[in-house]
């Protein structure tokens, strides 16, 4: 009985310990993005992308970049960046980005800085599909055409 009431205890403790971790990555941001583009290589199915994050907690911005395959080069999205595929200049800061297959949707843009993940809700109307020839389905491009710079202020709790 002593160790189950322990365990309840324990349990109990860890509980109410959750609220300040939370606290604290509320008050992270934000995270202002710089440079940011992404776009498909024409005639290629790579995709490129660059951005630069300032954050506190970063003494200088990071400048971070991917360069990934979208599948085939007929595709009409930017390619997943999973999480350790894009690179930073500065440990601390991950990202990842990810818009659906689905033609016309948006996409998901991520930022973790020292654990801390932002979210960014990149709108369907900031990604552009050209069609570049007709007869060719195969030949078109791909690309970010939002706001170059925007914050990040959407954290995880």
């Known amino acids: 009985m002593k160790t189950f009431t322990s365990s309840v205890i324990l349990l109990a403790s860890l509980a109410t310990a959750s609220p300040m971790r939370h606290a604290n990555r509320r008050s992270a941001g934000p995270y202002d993005i710089t440079n940011f583009s992404a776009s498909k290589v024409h005639l290629s199915g790579y995709c490129n992308y660059a951005f630069d994050v300032s954050a506190p907690g970063l003494s200088a ?10 599948g085939f080069s007929g595709a009409t ?65 791909v690309a970010y055409t939002g706001p170059k710079a925007f914050q990040i202020t959407d954290f995880e709790a």
Not at 61 to 70: R, V
Not at 104 to 110: D, H, L, Q
């Open 61 to 70: 911005p990071a400048h971070c970049t991917a360069y990934l395959d979208a």
């Open 77 to 141: 999205w930017l390619a997943y960046v999973y999480e350790g595929a894009g690179n930073c200049d500065n440990a601390a800061v991950t990202w990842t980005f990810y818009q659906p297959t689905t033609e016309g949707s948006g996409a998901t843009f991520n930022v973790t800085v020292n654990g801390v993940k932002g979210t960014y809700a990149v709108p369907a109307g900031d990604i552009t599909v050209s069609l570049n020839s007709e007869p060719n389905p195969f030949d078109n491009d």
